[in-house]
């Protein structure tokens, strides 16, 4: 069964009480549509092999990895609700994923939000693609699309083109050198806020949750000097209205998990848990697990 748009025939509670049921679960998943490996229909067959009977796609930005999904889940009976990833930031942090489950996809707020953020990441992109080959790298159009037919332009996206005509030898090594460039770092994204982020979930009937609050921990900062800030992060999204924290995700270890865990009870909030899958050769979460 395919879940979005909250309604009087299936309310907030009966979403909750799906997402937070026993059944095993990812909630947090990525596809081609964004920045994913897998298309929808690989990414719900390997999930499905490996036992999962409930699953959310949640594409950056975008709610195309649902939209196709959907039907394919349904045919080969898995529960699965509609799932979006935004990125938002707030004046005590960037970078805030906020994730939206079972909205309407036709909700006209939420449209005009998706299409606003995308004609911003279009010009950045053509920004960023400029700066790029004034250092004479030659990026194609042409090249930029091949990468995933253009579903998702992002640096992921220019670092695997350079990976590709052999001026790095791999995307992570873009990220470390070229893109760490004055000139290139001067390039920001535009960002919903926070809040925003949460009012268009909620007027698209969908609840919104805060995702992997561990990583918005810095990486000179103790775990014991970032818990302030991750309480004081996620105190500011509930005075926001979000209906719930990512307590169960790669970057927490068993011993964070628990302290989100005991946050999300204390204020009754929805507890969710998902992989963040983009490949099979996913980023090290272990960095987030230092002292």
Known sequence: MTHCKISEEFNKDGM????ESDLKKDLHMHTRYSDGELTPKEL??????????????????????????????????????????????DELGKDLHILGYGFDPENEEL???LIYVLEERRNRNEKFRDCLNKRGYGIKPEEIWAVNKGRYVGKPTFATVLMQKGIVKD?????ATIFKE????????????????????HNAGGLA????????????????EFKPRMYALMDRMVEYGVDGIECFHPSASPEQSELLVAYAKERGLMITRGSDFHSKENRNYDIFHRP
């Not at 649902?66 to 509609?82: D, K, M, N, R």
């Not at 949750?209 to 775990?223: G, I, K, L, N, T």
Request: proline share 3%; glycine share 8%.
């Open 209 to 224: 949750v805060m995702a992997h609050p561990m990583e918005q921990r810095r990486p000179d900062e103790s775990f014991e």
């Open 16 to 19: 909750r009480a799906l997402i």
């Open 44 to 89: 719900i067959d390997m999930r499905v092999a490996e036992g999962y009977k409930l699953l959310a796609i949640t594409d950056h930005d975008g709610m195309g990895g649902s939209v196709a999904g959907a039907p394919y889940a349904e045919s080969v009976g898995v529960e699965f609700i509609y799932g979006i990833e935004f990125d938002s930031e």
């Open 111 to 113: 449209m005009d939000t």
């Open 171 to 175: 995307v992570k090594e873009a990220f």
């Open 182 to 201: 004055d000139d290139l770092r001067a390039i920001k994204k535009v960002t919903l806020a926070s809040e925003k982020v949460i009012e268009v979930i």
